[in-house]
């Protein structure tokens, strides 16, 4: 199993920048695609970014395209969500996952002021 931490979350003013950081425990952390996802108040939990095993491949939701990027470390068992020009609307709590074994973290915070 793969054990999911997320951290980096917090509150940025419209336009700002966060990034987020999903720490990962467990020896075939590589060998899982990884993603981000986030939820709103009120809403379904919406995928956000993707990433290969490898990190060759990335690939994004419509509404973070060219603003957002999902990056790997595998020497160092992270990934990372690197959020530019945030905007209210981005406002949830975001979760690193493993979906390929139903792995999840806890979730970090973003809220974007206006």
């Known amino acids: 199993q793969v054990q999911l931490v997320e951290s980096g979350g917090g509150l940025v003013q419209a336009g700002g920048s966060l990034r987020l950081s999903c720490a990962a425990s467990g020896r075939t952390f590589s060998s899982y695609g990884m993603s981000w996802f986030r939820q709103a108040p009120g809403k379904e939990r919406e995928f956000v970014a993707g990433i290969t095993w490898s990190g060759g491949s990335t690939w994004y939701a419509d509404s973070v395209k060219g603003r957002f990027t999902i990056s790997r470390d595998n020497a160092k068992n992270m990934v990372y969500l690197q959020m530019n020009s945030l905007k209210p609307e981005d406002t949830a709590v975001y979760y690193c996952?493993?979906?390929?074994?139903?792995?999840w973290g806890q979730g970090t915070q973003v809220t974007v002021s206006s």
């Open positions: 996952a493993a979906k390929a074994i139903d792995s």
